[in-house]
């Protein structure tokens, strides 16, 4: 059975929580974390290590099937129509 690819969209409280349970679940595997701002890859790069991409846009990963956004929600109507026109599923992590 193939793993569903799960992108991490966002790392801020929510997404640092989502990447672990990716991580623990039998049947999905991370894909990568996405981030809006370039000058927090490197930064997350390290936290995360060499293993998970970070990049700054969904194009740069490959076979992504889900991306959950854990990022603010009124962001999501910025990000999720270009995933949804790729043919990728979301998830949004509504703000707590």
Request: net charge negative.
């Amino acid at each position: 059975m193939s793993k569903t690819r799960i992108a991490v969209v966002g790392f801020g409280n929510v997404g640092r929580e989502v990447l672990p349970a990716v991580k623990e679940s039998p049947d999905m595997e991370v894909a990568g974390i996405i981030l809006r701002d370039q000058k927090k890859v490197d930064a997350t790069q390290k936290k995360v290590g060499p293993d998970v991409p970070v990049v700054t846009d969904i194009e740069q990963l490959n076979n992504v099937d889900v991306a959950i956004l854990s990022i603010p929600s009124r962001a999501i109507s910025d990000v999720a129509p270009k995933y949804l026109e790729m043919g990728i599923n979301t998830i949004d992590s509504f703000d707590i």
